[in-house]
Structures are given as C-alpha cells and as structure tokens.
C-alpha cells in the first residue's frame, strides 16, 4: 500500500484502467438500449404498415351462365292405329317431309264394315218403323176432330209411341255414325308439318292401340324446322332470369358456328330431382342445320336487377368459420360478416351489414385481426 502511494507511475495506471472499464459498459448498455429500440421500431412498423383500401360502392354485376342444353323438336308425336287392323298400304318413309292432313298410310279391318252395314240396316228398318207410327197418330189427330170419334186416350198413346220410335231412331243413327267415325281412323293422317323420324310398320302388320295391338308406333312425327332449346338453370342463377335474355350456343357437329336464340318460356318451378328451373328457347331451323336430340353449350346472359355492393375478390376472406370483409373505421378493423352473390372478372356482390362509402380493405386475410390498428 505504501509503495503504490509512493509511486505516482502505478497510481496513473490504475486510474487509467478505471476509466476504461467505464467506458466499455456504458458501451456496452448503449449497445443494448439501441437494439431493443429498433425491434420495437420495427414491431410499429410491421403493424401500422401502410393498407391499400377501397371504397364501397353499388353497381350491377353482369355475368353468364355456361350450361349444356338439349335441342328437341318443337313438336313431336307418336302415331298407333286407334283400332285393332292390319296395314294395307304405306304412304311414307324415314326421312319423308309431310304436310299437315296428308295420307301417311291405310288400314283395313274387315268386320268394321260389317258393323257399319249392320247399322245402316238397323237405322232403315226403325226409320220405316216410326214413319208408320207418326203417320198412324196424325190419322188420328185428324179423325178426332170430328167430335165422338176418337178418345182423347187413343190419341195421347199414339204420340207416345211415336216420340218413341223417333227416340231410338236417333240413337240407331248415332251408332251407325260411330261405327262410321271409327272406319276414318284407318286412315293415318299427319296432324301437323314434319319429318317422319321413324317407322316400325311393314305391309300387312297387324296394329292397334298401345299396349293392345302394337308395342311400338307406326310413325313418329317430328317438326324439325322449328326447335326447341332446353336448358336448366341451378336455383342460384334464377333470379336473374327473364324472357327477354337472348342466348348463344353451339353444338360439337358445327363448332365454328354460333346460333342464336330468345328465352320464350319461364317453368315458374325448380325440378324436385334437380333442383333447377327448366327454360326454353326457340330456335328457327329452316336450313335444318340442327337435329333434335342435338347436345348445346348455351351462353345464357345473367344480368343484374338491382344494384348491389360489388367489391374486389380479393377482399372476402372465406375461412371455415366465416365469410366476411374487413372494414376499416375508426383507424381499427371490423369484421363483417357477408353473403357472396355473383362473382366475375376479380369483382363480387356481397351482402351484408355494410353501407356505401365504407372502406374496405383490398387484399384481407385472417392475419389481420379484428380489432387491430389498421394505418
């Protein structure tokens, strides 16, 4: 202790080397103190980190439905033979173009002449029969005018009998023009302008009504220069339906061509089994072009009624739990729970507790907080 004191070299050292010590921890704090105030720097930073918004506003969303459709005959009938017969001649063909009331083919059923010759029999005999009694009552109308003559009683049973000859003469004509009527059916006419689409009948064939005489018809008849397109719309997509929509379609036989069409007719129901509205347009075929049965790819055009809140896809966040956008108010985010509409070209309609002007943010995620400081 008395040598340092005494020796002013040692003692300068030791101050020296005090003073260094110093120096290196306050470096070393300061060193310490700047590292924690640039994470908390940084933390600031990454959550008031600037956020692209948008604001929201109302519009109408266009979209289109892309849906196969069947292309089916306007028209379309099954002919049988309305009474037990056989074929007797053939008129047409597959592929043969008729008119309407034009002679398709002709049958022949013996014993339906002989009922109508029985019938025409019955009604001469009754016509002869009651000829006889009216005559017999107007002798007597006449006679009683001479007073004493005739009964009141006579005359009053004469008028009965022939009231009732003139009865069952009547019903004896109607059967007769019954059993005429029927020998018509044995001509099979078009009822309408077509294309016979098929044929199962050969000469001399024994026909008759479905289920009795023929399981299959003698003619199927097609009208094939005006068609129908039939298209069902999923439930989602039917609000925005009206029969005004004009459609575009096309079929794999013609790619390169596009036809066009008009929404004619609405079903006003969904289908029980799938669940959409069946609707149909008609197509105009004249150049037949188109066949029936043909599969379409159908644009159908679904345009917005009323204006609705349209936002950027990218602002609905669709988690397991929620959908909903991010509302920024009050420099804090809300969640806001919405129904998606429609979607087209990176834009939605969404439904929701939201009013115009709000500011939505553009890019949202589950990230973002609710709750949290939004800058």
Wanted: with cysteine; aromatic share 6%.
């Amino acid at each position: 202790m008395n040598k340092t004191r005494n020796n002013p070299s040692l003692t300068a050292l030791l101050v020296l080397n005090t003073l260094v010590a110093a120096t290196l921890f306050s470096g070393c704090s300061s060193s310490d103190g700047e590292g924690s105030d640039k994470k908390e720097n940084k933390a600031v930073a990454v959550t008031a980190a600037p956020v692209e918004t948008v604001a929201l506003q109302k519009g109408r969303l266009s979209t289109a439905l892309f849906t196969p459709g069947e292309l089916i005959a306007y028209q379309q009938v099954d002919l049988y033979a309305k009474e037990n017969s056989f074929v007797k001649r053939l008129y047409v063909d597959v592929g043969s173009e008729v008119r309407e009331g034009q002679l398709l083919a002709t049958l022949e059923a013996p014993e339906l002449g002989s009922q109508l010759a029985s019938a025409l029999s019955r009604v001469k005999s009754q016509e002869a029969i009651y000829i006889a009694s009216k005559a017999n009552y107007e002798r007597l109308v006449e006679t009683s005018k001479t007073p004493g003559t005739i009964s009141q009683n006579d005359i009053d049973q004469a008028d009965a009998r022939q009231k009732s000859d003139l009865a069952q003469l009547e019903a004896f004509k109607s059967a007769y023009n019954q059993v005429a009527e029927t020998l018509k059916y044995l001509e099979i006419r078009a009822p309408f302008n077509g294309v016979i689409s098929a044929r199962n009948v050969n000469l001399g064939a024994y026909v008759g009504p479905s289920g009795k005489g023929s399981e299959f018809p003698l003619f199927t008849l097609q009208e094939q220069r005006h068609l129908r397109l039939v298209v069902s719309v999923p439930e989602a997509y039917t609000g925005y339906l009206n029969d005004q929509n004009e459609v575009h379609f096309t079929v794999k036989a013609l790619p390169n061509e596009v036809f066009h069409a008009k929404v004619r007719r609405l079903a006003g129901a969904l289908d029980n089994r799938l669940r959409a509205e069946r609707i149909e347009m008609d197509v105009f075929n004249n150049d037949k072009k188109l066949l029936p049965g043909m599969v379409a790819e159908v644009n159908v055009p679904l345009p917005a009624r009323d204006s609705t809140f349209i936002v950027p896809s990218t602002a609905v966040v669709n988690s397991t739990e929620r959908i909903f956008v991010i509302r920024v108010a009050g420099g804090k985010a809300q969640w806001v729970d919405i129904k998606p509409g429609r979607s087209d070209k990176g834009k939605m309609e969404v439904y929701g507790d939201l009013h115009e002007g709000d500011t939505i943010v553009k890019v949202a995620s589950e990230e973002r907080r609710d709750g949290s400081p939004v800058h």
